[in-house]
């Protein structure tokens, strides 16, 4: 099996939100939703991802733009937003989905994610990692 099979069947048979694979080795995995999985993964594990295979249930454009940043290699996802498409088109990551939709929708189901919302503003990594900070330790989950 290649990474992403790897990725991909872990995903499912454990019930995960993320995992990542890179050389035959699961580097991170999460349960945990939005977010903060691949943000932590892209904190934590950056050095580990380079050429790695990403399983993930939901890809928005802020997540898209933490896969380049990290150099991921290929993507699985369950569902993606046409935001991330586009923003992945402009990338080398390869990628599959399942499900497209306009924009993946806030927890209260009234609107866009606001982490997606924050993406649109900016192209700057270094500004999003900062905005995602900001945004995790407002919502108490840093």
Do not use: W
């Amino acid at each position: 099996m290649n990474d992403l099979e790897i990725a991909k069947e872990l995903l499912v048979k454990e019930q995960l939100s993320l995992v990542i694979v890179n050389n035959g080795k699961v580097i991170f995995t999460s349960s945990d939703f939005g977010i903060k999985p691949m943000y932590t993964a892209v904190k934590e594990y950056k050095h580990l991802l380079k050429g790695a295979s990403v399983a993930d249930k939901v890809i928005g454009r802020a997540a898209a733009m933490l896969l380049q940043y990290g150099e991921i290699k290929e993507l699985s996802t369950n569902l993606i937003s046409e935001k991330a498409i586009d923003f992945l088109d402009k990338t080398k990551i390869i990628y599959e989905y399942e499900e497209k939709a306009e924009y993946i929708i806030n927890r209260d189901n009234t609107g866009m994610c606001p982490v997606e919302n924050m993406s649109l503003n900016t192209n700057n990594i270094d500004e999003l990692l900062n905005n995602i900070t900001s945004f995790l330790k407002k919502i108490n989950k840093l």
